[in-house]
Each structure stands twice: as structure tokens, then as C-alpha cells.
Nanobody, 126 residues
Framework: QVQLVESGGGSVQAGGSLRLSCAASGRIYSGYCMAWFRQAPGNEFVGVAGIGRDDRTTYADFVKGRATISRDNDKNTLYLDVNSLKPDYTAMYYC????????????????????WGQGTQVTVSS
């Protein structure tokens, strides 16, 4: 099982940007799908962005154009760059990993992922 540790959260003003990082303890091969999820207080986990084989990416509609997910397999690190932050982006952000499916699709459902980090808090003030 892969161990994941997120970092990069903090307090940011609306309109600002930040980069979240997720360091993996084991070797993350390109065959792994990785994703970012968020959970606002009292709400369910919501998929934000995912990356899979050949760096294929998928984004939730609410972050399209505002976020970029990327990975560095040599550094075993996943990233999420988010700009034009809005107060409703305030949440705990988690990274997750799983072996990609043969069809190449990158899932954004919680049940698809087998390894999870502890999360990093992002607070966006207006």
C-alpha cells in the first residue's frame, strides 16, 4: 500500500493561488491513477481532479480552468495548482492513489481509490 502525505495548504485570500503537494512513500509508477478530493465541513468527499496513464487528466466542472493536476514520478509527488481561489473552495484536501483500470479512464469517485493521505486544510477568505 502506498503512503501519501499532503502539504501546501493554508490560508489564502480570494483570488489568490496555491500549490498542493502529495508525497508518496512508495514508487508511484505511471500505471497508478492519482487524484485530489476535498471535503468541506458537513459535506461529502468530492473529486477535484485526477491524473492517470500517459498523464491523462480529468477535472470536476467547478475547477475547470482554475486548476492543474500534475505528477512527477521521479519525485513520487503529485501536485495540484489552483488559481482564482474562491471562498467556497475552503475544505480539507486529500490525495488518493490506486492502480489505473485497463480502459485508461481516470476515476473521480471515492470508492475507486485505495490509498489516502491525511489531508491538508485550505481556507479561502473573502
Amino acid at each position: 500500500q502506498v503512503q501519501l502525505v499532503e502539504s501546501g495548504g493554508g490560508s489564502v485570500q480570494a483570488g489568490g493561488s496555491l500549490r498542493l503537494s502529495c508525497a508518496a512513500s512508495g514508487r508511484i509508477y505511471s500505471g497508478y491513477c492519482m487524484a485530489w478530493f476535498r471535503q468541506a465541513p458537513g459535506n461529502e468527499f468530492v473529486g477535484v481532479a485526477g491524473i492517470g496513464r500517459d498523464d491523462r487528466t480529468t477535472y470536476a466542472d467547478f475547477v475547470k480552468g482554475r486548476a492543474t493536476i500534475s505528477r512527477d514520478n521521479d519525485k513520487n509527488t503529485l501536485y495540484l495548482d489552483v488559481n482564482s481561489l474562491k471562498p467556497d473552495y475552503t475544505a480539507m484536501y486529500y490525495c488518493a492513489a490506486t492502480l489505473c483500470r485497463l480502459n485508461g479512464n481516470v476515476p473521480l469517485g471515492v470508492d475507486a481509490y485505495t490509498s489516502w493521505g491525511q489531508g491538508t486544510q485550505v481556507t479561502v477568505s473573502s
